[in-house]
């Protein structure tokens, strides 16, 4: 985690110039392919190679073998969780815009996208 965190400082991204500066948008990357809801997995991936790589080094096989059921039982309740307890697994405030929207009774929405500037529902 120590080295993904100085890796990621040597990113210099800075979110204003994100129009201003196409290399901005790659520095974004992993949002073009992971709608904003499973951006979790990310840091989750981090964390289970890093420790992976760790238990490995050290010849810790029982560590790696817990380390598997750590992450299957993370993915699982990234995955599950949110169904079984009734909740969305990314919370739009109640005040904004779309939110409202929703509640009408008529409420369709026909395109739903995502990408480093955010996510697009009509």
Known sequence: MVGANLLAQQLPLN???LVADPMQTWRLAAMW???PQELIVVPLLLWAVGSAL???ALRLR???AALGVLVLASGGAHLLLPQALGIP???VSEYKGVSCARKFPDS???LLDHSPF???EV
Do not use: T, Y
């Open 33 to 35: 392919w992971l709608p």
């Open 15 to 17: 979110p204003i110039f």
């Open 108 to 110: 369709q929405r026909p």
């Open 62 to 64: 029982r560590a790696l």
């Open 54 to 56: 760790w238990f490995k």
């Open 118 to 120: 955010g996510q697009l």
């Open 89 to 91: 697994s990314l919370a």
